[in-house]
């Protein structure tokens, strides 16, 4: 019984990521091959400010795309100041951790989790694209990526 809830509950988390949008957003960032990926890294100071982007600044070519990982010990988001939509969001990205089980729950496995990450779709479109983090912006948490030909 064991194996068969395993296989079922892989098979489905195997389904669902590989489910997902091939829409234009507005900004010209089209979903399209892998391309080069630029990494930035959320920080902070074990959980508390000062919190920042590094690099602040990012230089990139058109076609590439932007990795978050955060590196930190507090949740962040990767948010584009566009409004009123955002360009992107990266929705809360969570630090490296331990989860936790229901006490009854006879398949958790507790272990520790690697830093959460959020990439973009490429950034096809030449520009200037500000962004900041949702939770912690106004505590200096911005960044800035000049896209280039």
């Keep these: 019984m064991r194996l068969h809830v395993r296989f079922f509950v892989s ?3 195997l ?8 829409g234009t957003t507005s900004s010209g960032m089209n979903p399209s091959p892998a391309g080069p990926v630029a990494d930035v890294s959320m920080t902070d100071n074990n959980g508390l400010a000062p919190y920042a982007f590094s690099p602040a600044t990012l230089p990139i070519k058109v076609g590439t ?17 566009a409004t009123p939509q955002p ?16 006490p009854n729950d006879p ?17 096809n479109t030449p520009g200037t694209y500000q962004y900041h983090c949702q939770f912690h912006g106004a505590q200096g948490m911005t960044g800035t990526i000049t896209v280039t030909q």
């Design 65 to 81: 795309s932007v990795r978050w990982t955060n590196n930190g010990k507090a949740q962040h988001t990767a948010t584009s100041d």
């Design 107 to 123: 398949y958790c496995m507790v272990g520790p989790t690697p830093p959460g990450t959020y990439e973009s779709p490429p950034f």
């Design 87 to 102: 360009v992107w969001t990266s929705g809360t990205v969570d630090p490296a951790g331990t989860t936790t089980c229901a």
């Design 11 to 13: 098979a489905f988390i």
């Design 15 to 22: 389904a669902a990521s590989a489910c997902g949008s091939s």
